[in-house]
């Protein structure tokens, strides 16, 4: 079980932004710096900038910047803007159907869904002021 690429290219360009607070820097800047194409950084920039963890300045000093302190942003935020909730199994998922047992649940189900909880909790627990405080 791994985070997909953009995932960690989202937390890659949080962490830039983070390390750079209350500096806007443009999307080429950013790209540069975390080593992402622009065009896949301002894919991601966009998902970040719609559940407000970076905020966006049009016109010739615009940029992006983050938009929350930084012990209000999350690992776990960072990966849900991207992913979705975390979940250890496609049973999970409201729309999957159970094929083990029709007849009732999978006894799986609830040990996945435990562990999809911890997971979540850890991540959140995780700020970036903790991991930008580190250096």
């Known amino acids: 079980m791994h985070i997909t690429l953009e995932t960690d290219y989202a937390i890659r360009i949080v962490d830039c932004l983070a390390r750079h607070e209350g500096t806007r820097m443009s999307a080429q800047s950013i790209s540069e710096r975390v080593c992402v194409t622009l065009r896949f950084s301002l894919k991601i920039l966009r998902k970040l900038m719609m559940n407000g963890i970076v905020k966006s300045y049009k016109g010739a000093q615009g940029g992006y910047e983050i938009n929350r302190p930084l012990d209000q942003i999350s690992l776990n935020d960072i990966v849900e803007t991207i992913e979705g909730p975390y979940l250890l199994n ?46």
Do not use: A, W
């Open 90 to 135: 496609r049973c999970l998922k409201d729309e999957h159907v159970c094929t083990r047992t029709p007849d009732k649940q999978c006894p799986y189900h609830y040990l996945f869904e435990h562990i999809s909880d911890m997971v979540r909790t850890q991540l959140q627990e995780v700020k970036l002021s903790n991991i930008i405080g580190d250096d």
